[in-house]
């Protein structure tokens, strides 16, 4: 796209965090936004910040989870209705859950997975074919994790792979669009330390699945993410940073956005051992 002025995007996590993020980075260009987010809290912050930076006007606010397929639709319906065919598309929703893969239930699975990557799946489904119908050409952009490329980690056997698949699925996705000219960029936004409330994952955790596991003990170092605290390191940055590259992202079709070159070390570790599996002495012949 050489321009988000005047398009249409859709935003789900979008009240808050990264979320928001790139929803203020787009509203700044000029671009249409429906937020999407499970909360009510959140959506009311984000009608506060709409309206403090002057984008109110372009702003639809709507309760989503992305987990619910039919709900989708509806708010991707209303998203056109009210403001124009749909152009970019951002599946950003995510929990940060957090805990002793090896303990894992269930249930933490399927919540897991079930917004990480069945949430990305889902927006897919239902909004590609509207970006591909109009033929105005349009872009893709997923939020997966720069730990998913890193090197493991304790707690995070649960959460990464769900991140990984969102990378695989877009680079996929990338090539797919691609070989049919289909005039959609694809992104995937690959965050590291963000200044968001992912700390606050597993207090909203649906009823459905609430079970006795590590993953929801809040006071367990090894289990849910720990509160984010700013100006504990410099690494931390802000959501609208991360909105910015990812809008510059989607103006120069990029396929990546990784926030923080300075995990590069963990990633070629991890990749130098992928290689050195591959060395002919690695397996017997």
């Known amino acids: 796209m050489q321009s988000v002025s005047g398009a249409v995007a859709f935003v789900t996590g979008g009240a808050s965090g990264i979320g928001l993020g790139i929803a203020r980075a787009l509203a700044e260009q000029g671009a249409k936004v ?20 002057g984008w109110a006007d372009r702003l639809l ?30 599946n950003n929703a995510g929990v940060g859950i957090a805990g002793p893969v090896d303990e894992a239930t269930h249930a933490d699975w399927d919540w897991g997975v ?5 949430g990305v799946t889902n927006g897919l489904v239902a909004g590609l ?26 707690t995070r056997g649960v959460y990464a792979p769900t991140k990984a698949a969102v990378i695989s699925l877009t ?5 797919e669009l691609e070989a049919k000219g289909a005039n959609i960029g694809t992104s995937v936004v690959c965050p590291g330390p963000v200044a968001t409330n992912i700390a606050e994952t597993e207090q ?11 993953f929801r003990t809040l006071e367990d170092p090894h289990g849910a993410l720990p509160p984010v605290d700013p100006t504990a390191s410099p690494l931390w940055i802000e959501p609208i940073v991360v909105g910015r590259m990812t809008v510059h992202a989607i103006l120069n079709d990029k396929l990546y956005v990784i926030t923080h070159p300075q995990f590069i070390e963990s990633v070629k570790a991890r990749h130098a051992a992928i290689e050195a599996a591959m060395a002919p002495d690695y397996l017997p012949h």
């Open 204 to 214: 909203f955790r649906p009823a459905a699945y609430r079970v006795d596991s590590p």
């Open 114 to 118: 079930g917004v990480n990557l069945i």
């Open 61 to 90: 606010a709507l309760r989503l989870d992305v987990t619910d397929r039919a709900g989708y639709t509806e708010a991707l319906d209303w998203t056109e209705a009210k403001l124009g065919p749909l152009q970019i598309l951002v």
């Open 34 to 53: 429906a937020v999407c987010d499970v909360r009510e809290d959140h959506l009311a912050q984000a009608r506060q910040v709409a309206a403090e930076e």
């Open 129 to 154: 074919p509207r970006i591909k119908a109009h033929g105005m050409g349009g872009h893709v952009v997923n939020t997966a994790s720069e730990g998913a490329i890193m090197s493991a980690r304790l």
């Open 171 to 175: 680079e996929h996705l990338r090539v």
